[in-house]
């Protein structure tokens, strides 16, 4: 038995060697469409956070003092950060884009490596991302939504009417940020597929 | 070599055999800490989504309609679908809770055997809930802290003066909710750790 084993190891042993190497090493594919989605997170998310970050519109408003007199215009300004959900949402994108770019760099440097303790820490990384982008989001969303809407039962009015295009600008950073999320969804769902797959 | 190897099995064939299927058992720990997060999700979402489906509470307002006479008394009311924020809020917790039954089940159902297309699929079903759930959060705690502190830039006045029983429901909700969330995130990050572990 022992003597069979090792006549059939020593006849194909430069082959095995190479398929071995083969083997361990992970294929392009998984680790590319790895590199693919953090890139495309990193870059929805710094979009969202510039989008949402520059939003600020001044616009003109007739408002009646007196019923005898015309209605004097003013001038009101609307900006990003005079809704706290609003710069809860830019924290939230302005992290997820920097860990997108810190973990693209760290897949780069670690690519062709099986490290598990690495494995294990970036799919809790990006799970926590997944959380923090989400309510982000939720947040955002529903704050927009009492803008284009209001509410007649807390009688909050709608802003939207006066300030579309700063409205506009807001719902642009939600898609994009939407978006950026779902790429790290994928990769929480995906990146234990992928790895498995490297291992088999 | 052969005979070595066939003589120790020989001797300890039976243990062996039982020692093998040890191995092929997931160990108790594994299994437990999973239902036992399963059934916290499903719990306190389920909690969560009752505390704001019972959530109303009708007060008296005086309202001050002429100077010369006296207010006049005015029941308002503050139901927990007045706010879109809070459907969507109680909807995410509904669909987790009634996931988390499920899948507690299924898990149930399927201790003991490693089906890989299995745990891919409740991966993904863990990474939407948790997705869905933060979304819910973010919705509801964006709302509340307009309800507590209002918004003088867009003229938002806070509710939470009058309706306070409301805004404390609202709030032991949102608590409920981020905890189970906080629960479907750690069986994202742990069950892969679990499921290799098990494995090994």
Redesign the interface.
Known sequence: ??GRGKAIIDGVEGNYGRDELAMKKPPAGGGSCELVLRFLGFVLTLAAAIVVGTDKQTTIVPIKVVDSLPPLNVAVS?KWH????FV?FLVANAIACTYGAISMLLTLLNRGKSK?FWG?LI??FD??M???L??????????G???YQG?S?????K?CNVFDKYCHQVAASIILSQLG?LVF?LL??LL??LR?RRRS
Chains 1, 2 share one sequence.
Do not use: C, D, Q
């Not at 005079?82 to 959900?85: F, G, I, W």
């Not at 989400?134 to 704050?143: D, E, L, M, P, V």
């Not at 039962?153 to 009015?157: A, E, N, T």
């Open positions: 038995m022992e609307a005079y809704l706290s959900a809860y598990v294990t799919t809790i799970a926590l997944v959380a923090l989400f309510s982000g989001n939720g947040a955002a969303t529903a704050i939504v009492l803008g509410n039962h807390v009688r909050w009015k802003v999320s969804l929480v769902v234990p597929i498995s």
